[in-house]
């Protein structure tokens, strides 16, 4: 967050009835920092602050932050996750649920060709990849390269939402670490694959270490 | 004569211009030529059609002729065929393909029940070549010939074992691989291209491979390769999955879209049509289950998440209760749970609707269902679920299937679940915190009551009641009481209290009652001995079962059900007193 912020609405504007106080409040809270917000009674549920404020104090307090610009930012560390804290959590009941627990790593990666570095993906993402599966003693038990380069172009790269544990964890933690065009080597623990169990009636045996050579090809 | 008006008529028209024919000459030639057909001088329709002078006519009216030309063919009389066959082969090439279209599946719709299966086999093919012939703008009419062949189809009774199905008496499998080869073409089609008229076609073929998905493939119960090594049924699963690939379609999508479809989607209703969740369900079925295409499932996907995908489409099957649905359910459920590690799902699974709503449904499955064979199977699975969830989640669960199941079986068959769990954290090093110490007593309280106070039924609540005696008992042996590990001799005089007493009057009144009513059964029967043996007793009220009365019970039967109920109190007051016995030794200094 740059300190560079510009005023974006004139005292004229401010004032008419066309700029609701919400906006006006929107605006202070993602760019104030916290003790500027916990000082102005800023803080919190935007509808409740437009409920007590008024907007002349709103004006007031926007014309404040410019001149004494204390932006978010602009105070220490533990200003910003205070702010973060505050940040309304969206409560939708949710659909699906994502496993964690702690523990080291349970995954090696080297690069076997370097992405772009720029774009890696967070969690929540769109990614698509290009994958082989195999077992330590070499077998293949999965791929989504089509034999053939003609087939490819017919084929699609898998798709999914990173980091939210709908693929094995290995898979999770290992693409967050690469960037688009990427093509790395994860060599997965059972513990972040399909551990004690394997996979029944499949391919994966109990207790099998996983290695997938994964292309990352696209980030959403 | 027939032939002389369809002579006639053919002649008049050669001299008519574009096409103008009038009503009149339309009837004609359709009346006189089925007429003809149906006689049997379908050589001479033959000629007629093929002679290039009537070129026009035929292109216009020659499609009138279908109904009697397909009537014909599936008599199959040896006379007639090949200039039957050669008269439609000519009007397939030279009508509209529009009208051929109508009119092939008008013949198809309008079916006898009996002809069904031979009549799509026959028409299969002319359908085929006629849409073919459409170009760019078949897709809504390759929907149309798959919708009305697929409704026919589903129909045919469903072969449900081996042997029926290598019978296939009534065709039902043969019309699965015709059906097959004839959706090949448009599939090849629409993989070829990405533009918007082929997504239109691959809608089509959505549609079709959704629908199959359901009828027939949600009746059939597969055969394993080991079974059966050529099963067309099992072909045809295959092959309705493969299509789904084939369109672009992706199985993870697929199957995780009941759980992560967006509301409000613009269009919802397609959304419906297009990914119907009867389907989705049946596709979880073929995959996880029978392994059908399952080589084309990635890899990659977690166990618990392919669990939570699924526990929308077991949920849907156990909410039925048709046989089939139910063992689908149960199967499906069973073969999820079963990639899972024990004790690894955790508790904010049981957030999520699917978590409440199957269970609810496997109590139902387990109590009310006259399958033997799904009772006792619903009852492994609830088990199996148990396992898998982490020592919270557990605690979380018996706590809601005590409070919502409202059958005292399954409240003692979780009760001696959490008897387990108490002897397990009590093995261990350092327990655990849900099912010993702080939270144990409120899931305790919940164990140890009687709903009714010392009214409580005690016979209907047998299950239950012996369950938490046991409970009660074990803890007070296995938890000594300078150690006290789990509190429960703290806890003891408020049990003695909310519990013991209650429980101990409700038995004493209950033995009263019942040796009351045993004493007058057996004075009553004395009584009528000594009258007359025909009389017979007025019973306060009469069971029917069936549209059948019940008989009275006799004396005997009557004395029999007394002496039970008596022996089960004597069995709860058994342990109850051992109980009262272990705590008045542990009470001695």
Redesign the interface.
């Known amino acids: 967050m740059a300190a560079e912020l510009t005023r974006e609405w004139s005292d004229e504007q401010l004032k008419s009835d066309d700029l609701s106080k919400k906006d006006v409040i929107k605006f202070i809270q993602d760019n104030a920092a916290h003790s500027f917000l916990a000082e102005h009674k800023l803080m919190g549920n935007i509808k409740n602050v437009a409920k007590t404020a008024k907007k002349e104090q709103l004006i007031i307090a926007y014309n404040d932050l410019f001149e004494s610009k204390r932006f978010l930012g602009s105070e220490p560390i533990e200003d910003v996750t205070e702010h973060v804290k505050n940040v309304k959590i969206d409560d939708k009941p949710k659909e699906v649920v994502e496993v964690v627990d702690e523990g080291p790593p349970k995954f090696f990666k080297s690069v076997l060709k370097k992405g772009d570095k720029t774009n890696f993906p967070k969690k929540g993402d769109n990614v698509s990849c290009w994958y082989t599966g195999s077992l330590e003693d070499g077998t293949v038990f999965d791929t989504n390269i089509p034999a053939t380069a003609r087939k490819k172009k017919q084929s699609k790269p898998l798709s999914f939402k990173v980091g939210l544990g709908r693929v094995i964890r290995g898979w999770d933690e290992g693409i967050l670490t690469m960037s688009k065009g990427e093509t790395a080597k994860l060599e997965i623990e059972p513990e972040w694959a399909y551990g004690k169990k394997g996979l029944p009636d499949s391919k994966i045996p109990p207790n099998a270490k996983l290695i997938f050579e994964v292309e990352l090809v696209a980030v959403d | 004569m027939a032939l002389e008006q369809l002579s006639d008529v053919v002649q008049r028209c050669q001299a008519i211009q574009d096409d103008n024919y009038t009503t009149e000459d339309y009837s004609v030639f359709q009346i006189a030529g089925r007429t003809c057909i149906e006689d049997g001088e379908s050589a001479q329709v033959l000629s007629i059609v093929v002679d290039e002078e009537n070129k026009n006519i035929v292109r216009c009216m020659g499609w009138n002729l279908l109904g009697p030309l397909v009537q014909i063919l599936l008599k199959k009389e040896e006379n007639n065929l090949p200039h039957c066959l050669a008269i439609l082969t000519h009007l397939l090439e030279v009508c509209s393909p529009k009208e051929l279209l109508v009119g092939l599946l008008e013949q198809v719709e309008e079916a006898h029940s009996d002809s069904i299966a031979e009549t799509v086999i026959l028409l299969l093919q002319p359908l085929q070549k006629v849409l073919l012939r459409l170009g760019g703008r078949k897709a809504s009419s390759v929907g149309m010939a798959l919708s009305t062949l697929l409704g026919q189809v589903a129909r045919l009774p469903v072969p449900q074992t081996k042997e029926q199905e290598e019978d296939d008496v009534f065709s039902l499998c043969r019309c699965c691989s015709a059906l097959l080869v004839f959706v090949r073409p448009f599939v090849e089609e629409a993989?070829q291209s990405r533009t918007p008229k082929e997504d239109e076609l691959r809608t089509e073929l959505l549609k079709f491979s959704m629908k199959s998905l359901c009828e027939p493939l949600l009746e059939v119960q597969l055969k394993d390769p080991e079974t059966l090594a050529e099963s067309p049924l099992r072909n045809f699963a295959t092959e309705i999955v493969g299509i789904l690939s084939d369109i672009?379609e992706?199985l993870?999508?697929l199957l995780?879209h009941s759980?992560?479809r967006r509301r409000e989607v613009p269009g919802f209703l397609e959304e419906e049509v297009c990914y119907p969740k009867e389907s989705l369900a049946s596709l979880a079925y073929l995959l996880f289950v029978q392994?059908i295409a399952?080589d084309t499932f990635?890899?990659?996907?977690?166990?618990?998440?392919v669990l939570?995908c699924n526990m929308e489409y077991i949920n849907l099957f156990l909410s039925r209760t048709e046989e089939s649905r139910l063992q689908k359910g149960l199967d499906l459920y069973e073969k999820s749970l079963?990639?899972?590690?024990d004790n690894?799902l955790?508790v904010?699974?049981m957030?999520?609707?699917s978590f409440f709503s199957v269970p609810q449904n496997l109590v139902k499955v387990m109590t009310l269902c006259p399958i033997q064979h799904l009772r006792i199977k619903g009852l492994k699975v609830l088990q199996l679920s148990i396992d898998k969830f982490d020592t919270e989640a557990k605690y979380k669960f018996f706590q809601c299937m005590l409070k919502t199941s409202h059958h005292a079986g399954v409240e003692g068959y979780i009760i001696k679940n959490i008897k387990n769990q108490i002897d397990f954290a009590l093995n261990l090093d350092n327990g655990n915190e849900w099912f010993m110490g702080a939270h144990l007593f409120p899931l305790l309280r919940q164990v140890l009551c009687l709903p009714q106070g010392p009214e409580t039924d005690l016979l209907q609540n047998l299950d239950r009641v012996m369950e938490s005696l046991n409970l009660l008992r074990y803890l007070l042996i296995r938890d000594k009481a300078w150690k006290n590990q789990t509190g429960i001799w703290t806890e003891l005089y408020k049990i003695e209290d909310y519990y013991m007493k209650p429980l101990r009057t409700g038995l004493n009144m209950s033995k009263a009652h019942y040796e009351a009513e045993l004493q007058n059964t057996k004075d009553n029967s004395k009584k009528t001995n000594a009258k007359a043996e025909s009389q017979t007793q007025e019973s306060v009220c009469s069971l029917t079962v069936g549209n059948e009365k019940m008989p009275n019970m006799t004396p005997e039967m009557q004395l029999q059900v007394l002496h039970s109920a008596l022996h089960t109190f004597d069995m709860m007051e058994s342990v109850l007193a051992r109980i009262e016995e272990i705590i008045e030794v542990k009470e001695k200094p």
């Open positions: 993989k672009g992706s993870p999508d995780s759980l992560l392994h399952m990635p890899t990659v996907f977690s166990s618990v998440f939570q079963v990639r899972v590690e690894s955790p904010q699974l957030e999520l609707k």
